[in-house]
């Protein structure tokens, strides 16, 4: 999951630079941002838990995008236990869907949160 999001953020910014794109084929939208949150790692120098890292790069994204951006998020709540990671990627696919509706890739490992797809409009 994690290597295919990669590999979508590096071809969104090489389409939007106009380099090659190695596709046979491929129309990509041009996108105001792109936000990523791929990867799990704390900044010790900093003194920020791998959760806190986390949460303030969800939070520059959610803060910052507009429906013409695209959001890559990896395992969102992944650095907390698994009940307050649960919430916590429930609220923000919501919160992306309903109130900022930017093109979103949202993987987890949260199995409860795939009922989501059938009750959000597409």
Do not use: W
């Not at 990671?85 to 795939?114: C, N, P, R, V």
């Amino acid at each position: 999951k994690s290597t295919y999001m990669r590999q979508l953020a590096l071809v969104t910014v090489m389409s939007q630079i106009g380099c090659f794109v190695p596709a046979t084929e491929a129309v990509l939208p041009v996108f105001d941002q792109i936000f990523t949150r791929i990867g799990a790692a704390d900044d010790l120098i900093s003194g920020q838990s791998t959760f806190m890292v986390e949460m303030l790069e969800a939070k520059n994204a959610i803060a910052n995008a507009s429906e013409r951006s695209l959001i890559l998020f990896d395992e969102i709540g992944r650095g907390t236990s698994t009940y307050d990671g649960m919430a916590l990627a429930q609220a923000i696919i919501e919160h992306i869907h309903d109130q900022i509706g930017a093109k979103t890739l949202f993987s987890t490992h949260y199995h409860e949160l795939t009922v989501l797809e059938d009750s959000l409009d597409q």
